[in-house]
T-cell receptor, first 112, second 113 residues
Framework: DQQVKQNSPSLSVQEGRISILNCDYTNSMFDYFLWYKKYPAEGPTFLISISSIKDKNEDGRFTVFLNKSAKHLSLHIVPSQPGDSAVYFCAASEFGNEKLTFGTGTRLTIIP | DGGITQSPKYLFRKEGQNVTLSCEQNLNHDAMYWYRQDPGQGLRLIYY???????QKGDIAEGYSVSREKKESFPLTVTSAQKNPTAFYLCASWGQGAGETQYFGPGTRLLVL
């Protein structure tokens, strides 16, 4: 049972435009959400997180939006740069639980 | 420099052989994790440990074993009972940084000969 879903396996975006990556979850106990970026043959690196008491969190070019009623979160990258080409994973955890459940990832390709 | 190291980067296993993947962290984190990544399947949790001398099974623990004798170290053994061990293995620890998050090592790719 996939509790965290990333339904788009891949996404291509023109350099300079906005990239929007989506993630859905089914477990209503999740209250902390994270996005990771991963290059091939490397470990994931943390990008940005959001707790369920917020609906938006920004860090530079990265913004995460959370819609609790729809059980949906999205990562916006603007403007997109060639170095953003990577696989992006969303992850979720329950309050007080340091165990993460990961989605299957979306491969983002930025076209120069 | 604080971080997580994994060794080796590549590991070859023969049929019926047990192999051990190393994971060391100097971040002073209590919790450590092992994940397996297969193409198109994201990261699946094998084992995790929230404190020294204690660990719990994750979603796909069969065919794997771990130990946590020191806070800094969380080695994973892939036993001969694991019938499909070829994958990319990632070790992580949990702590504070830019946010409360898991920090990952560079990974070990295990291949079966």
């Amino acid at each position: 049972d996939q509790q965290v879903k990333q339904n788009s396996p891949s996404l291509s975006v023109q350099e300079g435009r906005i990239s929007i990556l989506n993630c859905d979850y089914t477990n209503s106990m999740f209250d902390y959400f994270l996005w990771y970026k991963k290059y091939p043959a490397e470990g994931p690196t943390f990008l940005i997180s959001i707790s369920s008491i917020k609906d938006k969190n920004e860090d530079g070019r990265f913004t995460v939006f959370l819609n609790k009623s729809a059980k949906h979160l999205s990562l916006h990258i603007v403007p997109s740069q060639p170095g953003d080409s990577a696989v992006y994973f969303c992850a979720a955890s329950e309050f007080g639980n340091e165990k993460l459940t990961f989605g299957t990832g979306t491969r983002l390709t930025i076209i120069p | 420099d604080g971080g997580i190291t994994q060794s080796p980067k590549y590991l070859f296993r023969k049929e019926g052989q047990n192999v051990t993947l190393s994971c060391e962290q100097n971040l002073n984190h209590d919790a450590m994790y092992w994940y397996r990544q297969d193409p198109g399947q994201g990261l699946r949790l094998i084992y995790y440990s929230q404190i020294v001398n204690d660990f719990q099974k994750g979603d796909i623990a069969e065919g794997y074993s771990v130990s946590r004798e020191k806070k800094e170290s969380f080695p994973l053994t892939v036993t001969s009972a694991q019938k499909n061990p070829t994958a990319f293995y990632l070790c992580a620890s949990w702590g504070q940084g830019a946010g409360e998050t898991q920090y990952f090592g560079p990974g070990t790719r295990l291949l079966v000969l």
